[in-house]
């Protein structure tokens, strides 16, 4: 099938790559996204124009062309009519779709929409977004100062961290997806847009008189979402978004719902779980206050002032909630647990996640254990 692509500007005037529009003189500066029509000759001998998408470099628009002219040849191709046009809309559609709102994190991912909304506008074109967009708000919004306080210098707020800003750009990523699979838009323009490279990860994990010291200068209301990080591993929003309903005190688990299941998704990856419940978990629930046995086990969503003040007190330092989390990984891994069974009771579903929480000692390292190849070796 003979094929070949061509740009469309804003105006409808269809002209070359490295030329301006001749009809209202738009000049495309480098790397700034075009839309791409795909100008061809059915295999019945008559003509067509179809646009396929955005792209922001020559080979982008071969790509395109190659995968689009693929699936007319072989029948399977759909022309999507973009029926979302503007980011503001975009928006609105994504967090109104029910799999989305049921999703427990509901609340960051509105947040973080508000964000990008915020910065980039509510009008912005989505034939706009392209990669050099997302690296102009990537760069913007790192050098806006967050709510927390520098500790390196007193008096100022840290900047916005990386972490943040790649979780917002993953926000804007899924919205574009499900827009391209529910046939919204044609396609992601920034699908090949390689993430932020950065390095949170966290080697902090207490010893057993530091957990003990911790735990005592908590108060008693806090100490049962302190034993369900150490012991069990939940995550931050599962420890206080816990409810009576998922605990079964007779087989000593908690159940936390999948997707899988007809009510709200309670886990970060939509894969619902069964944790073990440590016999002094067991214990503080037991003796916290029940509310009838319905609704949350906790009254606050997050840690507040009394875990960071009693984080103070114990002279732990920079010890943050999650980090409990890395603690329970450690602890179910050097008490012989396998690899499979740790990877379950956290929710982890691939192996370099679980080697981000596991963190090998030296004490580990130094008592290795050698196997010897001949009587009297290795001594």
């Not at 002209?15 to 209202?24: F, G």
């Not at 990008?116 to 919004?141: C, F, M």
């Not at 827009?179 to 057993?208: G, H």
């Not at 005190?249 to 709200?264: C, D, M, N, W």
Request: aromatic content about 8%; proline content about 4%; some cysteine.
């Amino acid at each position: 099938m003979r094929a070949t692509w061509k740009v469309r500007c804003r105006c409808q005037r269809i002209h070359s790559w490295d030329t301006a529009c001749p009809k209202c003189g738009k000049v495309y500066a480098k790397g700034e996204a075009r839309r791409i029509v795909l100008d061809f000759v059915k295999p019945d001998g008559k003509r067509s124009t179809k646009a396929i998408g955005t792209a922001s470099t020559k080979s982008r628009a071969d790509t395109l062309t190659g995968e689009t002219v693929g699936k007319i040849t072989s029948g399977k191709y759909q022309h999507v009519k973009s029926e979302i046009k503007t980011l503001g809309q975009l928006s609105t559609w994504y967090l109104s779709l029910p799999d989305v709102q049921r999703v427990e994190s509901i609340k960051a991912v509105e947040f973080r929409a508000h964000n990008l909304l915020e910065r980039l506008g509510h009008s912005l074109p989505i034939a706009a977004i392209n990669a050099g967009t997302v690296h102009e708000y990537q760069e913007r919004r790192m050098t806006e100062d967050s709510t927390r306080k520098d500790k390196d210098n007193p008096g100022q707020l840290r900047k916005i961290a990386p972490a943040t800003v790649h979780k917002e750009i993953q926000v804007l990523q899924a919205m574009l997806n499900k827009s391209v699979v529910l046939m919204r838009i044609p396609n992601n323009p920034i699908a090949r847009l390689p993430a932020i490279r950065y390095n949170n990860v966290r080697e902090r994990v207490l010893k057993a008189e530091e957990f003990e010291r911790l735990l005592s200068e908590c108060p008693d209301y806090l100490k049962p979402a302190v034993l369900l990080a150490y012991y069990c591993g939940l995550r931050q929003a599962e420890v206080f978004g816990l409810t009576w309903q998922e605990i079964d005190f007779e087989h000593g688990v908690i159940l936390k719902a999948g997707r899988e299941t007809a009510q709200t998704v309670r886990t970060k990856t939509g894969k619902g779980r069964a944790i073990p419940m440590h016999p002094r978990v067991i214990e503080a629930l037991r003796n916290a206050p029940t509310r009838f046995g319905k609704g949350r086990v906790f009254s606050i969503t997050r840690p507040n002032r009394s875990y960071f003040n009693a984080v103070y007190r114990a002279g732990l330092g920079d010890f943050t909630f999650h980090d409990l989390r890395h603690c329970a990984a450690n602890n179910l891994r050097l008490a012989g647990n396998s690899k499979e069974v740790v990877k379950e009771i956290l929710g982890h579903q691939s192996d370099s996640m679980f080697k981000r929480y596991t963190l090998i000692s030296k004490e580990e390292i130094m008592g290795v254990k050698w196997l010897d190849t001949a009587a009297g070796d290795g001594k």
